[in-house]
């Protein structure tokens, strides 16, 4: 299936795996460009720009495929040391970079100077529009639906992906609710060119976590996903568990009064506990609705082949119906 995000960027199949936090390792990245997507290591997972470096060259061994690197902007006083990370991009002959976060005006001369194209994660129009405008290649749509951070305005795929659609010139991807060939399918009938799946892709045997959390997701359903830091203006979509429960009393308690500095305890530095320990108790993290899409765990390549497959039955079931 050839689509102008497979075309961009040099990829079989339209899809993309999200670069998440302590799950974007060379591991998984390389697994999904081997199975024909389009992986993506995980920038601020790592220490140092020097250990990027090092990761992006261990991706580079287990794979001749591109791949790419998620480097996300964060509005922080002590901001990490973005140029020497985009240095250690370009000099390991990465060629894809996914932006999320704040603009990423400031790095897209240099990108395009050596050739790299640039997804910027967008969740809502207005966004996508202002990426569109400063020069990014292509623009990930992040529905409602998703995992990590939604935005606050609460519009999910089936209006954000149609509202992109028609005043979109570049071509974008959809994100949030992807799990299977019914999104890819339903995706591209509502104007996107291919999915970027997270949640999907950790529920995978090349995915470097715990397999209790690969467990916890194929155990959720669709109930299960929390929103918490609301009142913070700063909202993340999680899987809910007891840390989450007494994060959402403590917001409820304070109510406007609210500070992160209430709920640190539940959110600060839990990730190594609960991607590399298991401990599926130690916090929030990052889990979208389509955990109640998600009942196996199966390699990339039997994913993705799935998907693909599944996706010609789909398309030859609906040219029936119009033929009909």
Known sequence: MQTKITKLFGIEHPIIQGGMHYVGYAELASAVSNAGGLGMITALTQKTPADLANEIARCRDMTDKPFGVNVTFLPTVNAPDYPAIIDAIIKGGVKVVETAGNNPVEVLPILKEHGIKVIHKCTAV????????????????????????PGEDDIPNMILLPRAADELEIPFVSSGGQADARSLIASLAMGAEGMNMGTRFIATQEAPVHQNVKEAIVAASELDTRLVMRPLRNTERVLTNSAVERLLDKERELGANLKFEDIIEEVAGVYPRIMKEGDMEAGAWSCGMVAGLINDIPTCKELIDRIMHEAEAITARLQKIGNA
């Open 126 to 149: 207005r966004h996508a529009l202002k990426a569109q405008k400063i020069g990014c290649d292509a623009v990930s749509v992040d529905g409602f639906e998703c995992g990590g951070h």
